[in-house]
């Protein structure tokens, strides 16, 4: 009886790369192609105020140079940076607030499948409910302070990461499931060693997404009594008609966005090195 | 040794499993052919403890089966791998919550993994894997706590052919060296007929057991596949199989109209 063992063959090349100038300039195109829609915008935004609009305009929508001159200036006398950790403060602050209610309940509601299919159409309706809507109800009720904005945050929050929550441990492949049960596992250890790290990718998601709504929702409720941040920062220069100073605000609260969120992106591929990677 | 004593299975007005009895003797590998649909893979849940006859009982060593336990290990059809575990730490599995210390279960993994010819992808994840390799992943992790009996549920159905004679002479080599008791279920008579020592036939629905066949194929070396016993072997259960399948089939019709 032959039992030699053949080495089983990966099928995969995980290790070989093409040849080094094809690759370079593969990943040259790439980036061309990657940043083109945005150096076309930068251009018009620069170009068409200052040849093709008429001057007054001009005045409301200043070639992107005098908003970049302005942004300078604001963060070389330190103001930018006021607004700014006002901002992030709340943000954080109610995003953190959000996530640590959040999860627990949405892993509390998916365990009990009764509980998800009674609460699920109330979450739909509230996610959906739009946070801005419901502004003046947390002004009337919290005050114009700093209550009411970072409850506001809270609520924008907590709906995708309670969701997605509810949706990773219910989606966790029954299969795997049985497979656990067949080892004997009882419920406790099965929900933390099956359906907690298989929820994982999925709950991250939805913590991605309400990291990007706290900032979203922030900036508008800081439009709103508020004394500091960036949303009051646009809405100040624009009562004062400085309009390159309110640019620059909204040019900070856009870069604010993409960093939050490309750093959730990259922390977000950490905890799910597990999946088969995606193709770019 | 399994004693399976007069068990039904019903799921509503479905019968699954009417009235089965059978023994199988310790470090027998036992294949399991049926049509679909006839309770195959309800006889090796229940075997498995994942669910309780509706009456009858099944005992192993003279104990009636109450839920599943690592004196059993189960092998899936789709591996059941858990993806955010590395083939080593799949192995462990197992063994966790057991005596063994951290190291010990590393260990134990890698020996298995061994075993089943995937030393050197102890780190590599299910995703980095072909459906052969995950499925010797997956047998490992059922040996590694070594139980007694290993059921198996059409473990080589989804993979391409070449895989699955290569697969099925390891897992008679990894019997021969372990003496489990094996549950085989398949729907290949060929495979039947070549892993079994004894193959159960079940009958269309509702699955009775129609025969239990003794295959002698001496020590199955060179390619027994070919020769005129295992032609010989393979005619009879194709014969007791092949009115359950052409039932099975017409009830398939007449329930789709």
Not at chain 1, 2 to 19: G, K, M, N
Not at chain 1, 167 to 189: F, Q
Request: contains cysteine; positive net charge; aromatic residues 8%.
């Amino acid at each position: 009886m032959t039992t030699t063992l053949e080495a089983p063959t990966v099928h995969t090349r995980l290790t070989d790369p093409p040849p080094k100038p094809r690759r370079f300039r593969k990943q040259l195109t790439r980036a061309v192609h990657a940043s083109a829609a945005v150096v076309l915008f930068v251009l018009l935004w620069e170009l068409v105020p200052r040849f093709v609009l008429d001057e007054g305009t001009r005045t409301f929508l200043p070639p992107l140079s005098e908003d970049l001159q302005a942004l300078w200036d604001l963060a070389l006398d330190g103001e930018l940076a006021d607004h700014l950790l006002a901002s992030v403060g709340r943000s954080a602050a109610g995003f953190a607030i959000a996530v640590a209610v959040a999860v627990p309940l949405g892993l509390l509601i998916g365990w009990y499948r009764p509980v998800a299919r009674f609460l699920q159409p109330l979450l739909e309706l509230a996610r959906n409910t739009a946070a801005l809507a419901l502004l003046p109800v947390f002004t009337l009720l919290l005050g114009i302070g700093e209550l009411s904005k970072v409850s506001l945050v809270v609520y924008a929050c907590v709906w995708p990461v309670l969701l997605n929550t509810i949706a990773g441990v219910n989606t966790v492949d029954p299969l795997l499931v049985k497979a656990a049960r067949s080892l004997g596992l009882s419920s406790p250890r099965l929900f933390r060693k099956v359906i907690l790290p298989s929820a994982v990718p999925t709950v991250f998601t939805g913590i991605r997404m309400a990291a990007s709504y706290s900032i979203l929702v922030l900036v508008a409720a800081e439009m709103v009594g508020a004394k500091a941040g960036l949303g009051y920062l646009i809405n100040t220069s624009q009562v004062n008609f400085q309009i390159q100073q309110m640019y620059a605000g909204i040019i900070a609260v856009s870069v604010l966005g993409v960093l939050v969120n490309s750093g959730f992106v990259v922390l977000e591929r950490r905890f799910s090195t597990w999946r088969p990677k995606e193709k770019p | 040794m399994i004693g399976i004593r007069s068990v039904t299975k019903t799921f509503g007005a479905l019968t699954a499993l009417d009235d089965v009895s059978l023994d199988i003797a310790d470090g027998t590998f036992l294949s399991l052919v049926g049509p679909s649909g006839s309770g195959k893979s309800t006889l090796l849940d229940l075997l498995g403890g994942l669910t309780t006859p509706t009456s009858g009982e099944i005992l192993i060593d003279g104990e009636p089966v109450r839920g599943p336990g690592l004196d059993r290990g189960v092998v899936f059809q789709q591996y059941a791998l858990f993806p955010w575990r590395t083939a080593r730490t799949n192995v462990e599995f197992g063994l966790e919550g057991g005596p063994l210390g951290k190291r010990q279960r590393a260990e134990r993994a890698r020996e298995y993994l061994a075993l089943v010819g995937l030393s050197g992808f102890e780190d590599r994840y299910p995703h980095e894997l072909s459906g052969g390799m995950k499925q010797r992943v997956a047998i490992a992790r059922s040996l590694a706590y070594d139980p007694a009996v290993l059921l198996m549920d059409e473990p080589f159905a989804a993979l391409d052919a070449q895989t699955r004679e290569q697969l099925q002479e390891e897992l008679l080599r990894i019997w021969r060296r372990t003496g489990k008791t094996i549950v085989f279920i398949t729907h290949g008579i060929d495979e039947a007929v070549y892993l079994g020592q004894q193959v159960a036939v079940l009958t269309s629905r509702p699955g009775r057991l129609k025969a239990v066949v003794d295959v002698d194929l001496g020590d199955r070396t060179g390619d027994v596949r070919s020769g005129p016993e295992f032609g010989r072997q393979r005619h009879r259960l194709w014969e007791l199989l092949h009115d359950e399948v052409r039932k099975a089939a017409e009830h398939e019709r007449s329930a789709a109209r």
